[in-house]
Nanobody, 128 residues
Framework: QVQLVESGGGSVQAGGSLRLSCAVY????????MGWFRQAPGKEREGVAV???????NYVDFVKGRFTISQDNNKQTLYLQMNSLEFEDTAMYYC??????????????????????WGQGTQVTVSS
């Protein structure tokens, strides 16, 4: 059973930076799409960034140039480097993964299908 465990959230002032981490346990798949979602109070959950097993990445427009998704060489930890944080980035951030699939490189959605595996979330709070 795959488990995803996030860490690295916290409080920061606008313009600051945070790096989120997601440790992956129990995965033996070589093909996958992994990424980050976020959900602010009263808002729908939204995809933020994805990376697949080939290292291909994609981002939603509102984080391009500010956020960077990456993974370690062993592909057991996923990262989200968040720079130039804005008040609107305040949300619970979730790590997610789907296996035996790549990320969606041709449509509006970052994923072909809703990911099967989710972490418990880590809170990011940006003060203005």
């Amino acid at each position: 059973q795959v488990q995803l465990v996030e860490s690295g959230g916290g409080s920061v002032q606008a313009g600051g930076s945070l790096r989120l981490s997601c440790a992956v346990y129990g995965s033996t798949y070589s093909t996958y799409c992994m990424g980050w979602f976020r959900q602010a109070p009263g808002k729908e959950r939204e995809g933020v960034a994805v990376i697949d097993s080939d290292g291909w990445t994609n981002y939603v427009d509102f984080v391009k140039g500010r956020f960077t998704i990456s993974q370690d060489n062993n592909k057991q930890t996923l990262y989200l480097q968040m720079n130039s944080l804005e008040f609107e980035d305040t949300a619970m951030y979730y790590c997610a993964a789907d296996y035996l699939t790549y990320c969606n490189n041709g449509g509006d959605n970052l994923w072909y299908n809703p990911p099967k595996y989710w972490g418990q979330g880590t809170q990011v709070t940006v003060s203005s």
